[in-house]
């Protein structure tokens, strides 16, 4: 069965494009099969992963607006040994936004076309898909929305920072919105703490703050504030090609590992 995750915080800079292509490389190194969709139109995580993206492109855009089918768009991805594949985002995507409110079916559009390309990757690979995961901008509007409806999981990253917790609340009125009237199969999958810095004492009240308020929900992995991280993006690259052996790669591997194991069906919604 393939695991379809929407990475979201409508905060922005807390790490959900460097947790979203880190895990997903990490994933694939681990031999499974892993498609990224950018939702954000900056396009940090096509950039991240050496996608071409320049207005123009094929992108979510398309498949969100014009019912383009993702096998049209989606791009296989430099790093990831023919496992990773990704949804490029464009500038274009900004218009979305606005352009989704007048559509039919407004809100499942991209769950109708990750569930075709779920089974088009199984027709093509003789194999499911093990993860989906995608890249959501920095706010609650249709976009997220959209990923909320066609993913079963939200993994929340929470950046190890004042204010860490801040529209958490927002964020999960949100998610029981969507569940109750949209897809009720969605749940807090898990919580990872971004950022991390170990010589401030801050960091390690705000882990103890979102373990007290999230429990096991939290990865046990904590991702560390590493400059390695922030610098690969400019290299096309995620972290496990860029520096595979630094602090921020070993972390992501870590975080990626509990992830494969969290048990994910048979938890109390929340
Ligand atoms: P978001 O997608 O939530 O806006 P990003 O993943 O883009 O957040 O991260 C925001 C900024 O912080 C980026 O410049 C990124 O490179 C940097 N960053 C993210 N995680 C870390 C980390 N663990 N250590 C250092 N810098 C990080
Ligand atoms: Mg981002």
Redesign the pocket.
Known sequence: MTRVLAVA?Q?????????TVNLAAALALAGLEVLVVDL?PQG?ASTALGLDHHSGTPSTYEVLTQDLPLEEIVQSCPEGEGRLWAAPATIDLAGAEIELVSLVAREGRLDRAIQAYVEHHREVRGRDLDFVII?CP?SLGLLTLNAFVAARELLL?IQCEYYALEGVSQLLATVDLVRRHLNPRLEVGAVLL??YDGRTRLSAQVVQEVRGHFGDRVLPTV?????R??EA?SYGQTILAYDPTSS?ALAYVDAARELVGTAHSDRAPG
């Open positions: 915080n905060k922005g800079g807390v790490g959900k494009t460097t947790t954000d940090n890249d920095p990253p971004t950022m991702i560390p504030r590493s400059v991280l922030s993006p921020g």
